[in-house]
């Protein structure tokens, strides 16, 4: 085991011996005993000690009997002094009511604990399952160790066979002019021993580069570079004969190279052909090592080709397997047509045997470390939620248990009386302020999970902006407030998910309500005259500080409510607000000035807006084509995406061509003259983001505008492409109009 894992296990704090635990209870549950019922036993003094802070020592000791043996101990001391000690001295109803504060007191403390202990021993399980598993992989270390050095034997014994041989080859020179009659047999032999030293020369460069490629638990090394290690050994095991090696697999109906070796300069060609015609095919459904002597007799199989030179003629191929099933195949070409031993076929199964284990090894380590990122970034998340959760889920509980108790008391007092309305209505809004701030947790979690699910559709955004008026409207009434809209004429429609986006707008309303003494509120819509739209919630309210209104989405942030004022919120409602935009690809921005009022602004990009007048037509034939002898080139990985737009945009009258993945369209680029870019970001070989940048570097002359086509609308992706050179991103799903429309704006 090594140093780290022993110290992860050895870390842990131990809780104090179980004597210790034991008697520091028997001397708290005294101590209250004694405070209780001999220091303070009368009802009107003040108690100076509450019987939950005890509780609190069960932190320290992690002992849960101690935990439930004192809150049993002090709520037999709380039943002793209320029936014993204090008898008499109150009402019987009262006696009742300071029972169920007691009790409430001293089991929801204890309540609190137990999930706190319980979630520390869960932390404290994860992380010695996370030790056990660094155990496990430094005995895999160990075993590659043991391997290397097998490795280095066997190539000890190479080089001393090839000394031996060269030794002989010159004893055989010296004997040749002693044997002159053996010349020819002499020299025969020679030249047989030569040619065997040289396959002994190339089978230990064959296996020098595994032995390379085979370091698969560096952190720097990808399973492609790894795949490329495998198949260069291949190459140079195997012989002369053998060209070329590639490491292939399926991907979404395609053929997709993972690693490949001797394909030349340019590299292999990208697969074109159905997976199901491919060599690579056969042997997954197979899972069996099999040749194809000569390509030219099936007609049916096709195989990977270079980019330059002549084709493969012959393929030997093994499987490789990955969690009980074949993921990938390892095939090995040669230019023209030969027969593959059963030497060969053993040279092809091991190989494809060290790339299973190379995957298996990679694939191990970055799932441990994705599994250790995510269990660090939980627990801190889990600590921060915590202590911002704790202070406002008390506040209420406390105002809660403290205005029953008041409401108890005015009930017997009737003079009184008259402030049980307004304590109930206390009680009440605190209970709602704690429904409030629950829901807001809820819905956090589900943004934290990754649950949240768009409703795409088309609507009016006018009317989605009355209708959220118009909910607000008795509100704002009540407060002697004036709500009203302003709305331009033409109709503006969204492709956009309604209910959210009416959310947040509610959200920007109320708090416009809240928060306005006297004046007005209006909702503005205004297109920005590039397409998109901008949305503001105007109010003439208390304002916000400068140095306050960076801070208003994050979570728990509330302005002006020191005394934690639940009516105005938990601070959860804005940073809701600013995740359902961010999910919307919307960016919101806050102008105030205190004493005059805030404005939020909703800014709408144009790629979800719906209308706008289409690109000016050519017509032909007395038919119109807005893109009339436009040359586009489309870089797609999705076929039907690729092949659907390619079909609209040459209806328009525009001339397409499509590249499927980035390497295909940066090499089109340079072969033609293209106007339009229209560019996925990810693409099956690189991200499309490194096509801009090598566009800035060298932009062919004719290309005129850069259109990005992507599901990534957030806000820094829109950034991120735009200081790259793209004129505008459109987000997917995308139509031919919207297209168009950008068209227009290059």
Not at 222 to 246: K, P, T, W, Y
Request: proline share 5%; net charge negative.
């Amino acid at each position: 085991m090594s140093p780290a894992p022993v110290q992860l296990l050895r870390a842990r704090r131990q809780p104090p011996p179980a004597a210790v635990s034991l008697a520091l209870t028997v001397v708290l549950i005294a101590l209250m005993a004694w405070l209780r019922l001999v220091a303070y036993p009368s009802q009107t003094q003040p108690f100076p000690l509450s019987p939950g802070v005890p509780l609190l020592l069960c932190l320290w000791t992690r002992d849960k009997r101690s935990l439930y043996g004192m809150s049993i101990a002090f709520t037999l001391i709380s039943l002793a002094r209320i029936f014993f000690v204090t008898k008499g001295d109150t009402t019987q109803s009262y006696e009742w009511m300071l029972i169920a504060s007691q009790f409430t007191n001293i089991w929801l403390v204890a309540g609190v604990i137990h999930g706190i202990l319980a979630i520390r021993d869960r932390l404290e399980r994860k992380n010695d399952e996370l030790a056990q598993l660094s155990v496990e992989l430094e005995s895999s270390n160990e075993e590659l160790s043991s391997s290397n050095e097998q490795l280095a034997t066997r190539e000890g014994e190479i080089m001393r066979q090839n000394e031996e041989l060269q030794s002989q080859a010159e004893e055989l020179e010296q004997q040749s002019e002693e044997l002159r009659q053996q010349a020819e047999e002499l020299g025969q032999q020679s030249a047989e021993l030569n040619e065997a030293n040289h396959e002994l020369m190339r089978r230990e460069r064959g296996l020098q580069t595994l032995l390379d490629s085979g370091r698969w638990l560096r952190g720097d090394l990808s399973e492609a570079l790894v795949m490329n290690g495998i198949c260069q050994a291949g190459v140079q095991v195997l012989g002369e004969e053998v060209h070329a090696a590639a490491v292939l697999q399926e991907d979404n109906g395609k053929l997709s190279l993972n690693g490949s070796s001797g394909f030349g300069l340019h590299g292999a060609v990208t697969p074109d052909f159905p997976f199901s015609q491919s060599f690579t095919a056969l042997l997954l459904e197979s899972g069996k090592t099999a040749c194809i002597e000569d390509v030219d007799i099936r007609p049916d199989i096709r195989l990977a080709r270079p980019g330059a030179g002549r084709p493969f003629r012959s393929v030997l191929g093994s499987p490789i397997w990955h969690e009980g099933k074949p993921v990938a195949t390892l095939e090995i070409y040669s230019a023209s047509a030969r027969q593959w031993s059963d030497h060969d076929f053993r040279i092809a199964e091991w190989l494809a045997g060290q790339a299973a284990l190379a995957i298996q090894a990679i694939r191990f380590q970055q799932e441990i470390e994705q599994k250790r990122r995510a269990a660090e970034e939980a627990s801190i998340q889990k600590t921060r939620f915590l202590a911002a959760i704790s202070h406002d889920v008390r506040t209420p509980a406390n105002a809660i248990s403290l205005l029953a108790e008041l409401i108890g008391r005015c009930a017997k007092d009737p003079e009184r009386a008259h402030q049980v309305p307004a304590l109930a209505n206390s009680l009440w809004q605190n209970s709602r302020a704690m429904i409030d701030l629950v829901s807001d947790v809820l819905d956090l979690t589900r943004f934290d999970s990754g649950r949240l699910d768009l409703d795409i559709s088309e609507f009016s955004l006018q009317e989605a902006i009355r209708s959220e008026v118009r909910q607000v409207q008795p509100l704002a009434e009540g407060r002697n407030l004036t709500l009203h809209e302003v709305l331009p004429e033409q109709e503006i429609r969204l492709c956009s998910d309604r209910t959210k986006l009416a959310r947040v707008l509610s959200n920007f309303l109320s708090n416009a309500v809240k928060f306005t003494e006297a004046g007005e509120i209006r909702v503005e819509l205004h297109p920005d005259g590039k397409g998109g739209c901008t949305i503001e919630v105007i109010d003439s309210g208390i304002g916000i500080p400068t140095e306050h209104v960076g801070s208003i989405f994050d979570e728990f942030f509330q302005l002006r409510n020191p005394e934690r004022n639940r009516e105005k919120g938990a601070g959860l409602g804005l940073a809701i607000c600013r995740r359902l935009l961010d999910a919307l690809g919307f960016q919101v921005s806050v102008k105030s000035l205190v004493g005059i009022g805030t404005t939020f602004s909703i800014q709408i990009p144009a790629a979800c807006v719906m209308d706008g007048a289409p690109a000016s037509p050519s017509a032909v034939n007395g038919k119109e084509y807005p893109l009339q002898g436009t040359s586009i080139l489309l870089v797609e990985d999705h076929q039907v995406a690729r092949e659907t737009t390619a079909q609209l945009l040459e209806a328009e009258g525009a001339r397409v061509a499509t590249a499927e993945t980035g390497r295909e369209g940066v090499r089109m680029l340079a072969e033609d003259n293209y106007e339009i870019l229209l560019l996925d970001l990810n693409l099956p070989d690189f991200e499309g983001t490194e096509i801009l940048r090598s566009l800035q570097v060298s932009k062919p002359p004719a290309l005129r505008c850069i259109l990005v086509v992507t599901g990534d609308v957030r806000p820094e992706r829109i950034e991120e492409v735009k200081a790259l050179g793209a004129h505008d991103l459109l987000a997917k799903p995308v139509s031919i109009e919207r297209i168009r429309k950008a068209l227009a704006a290059c």
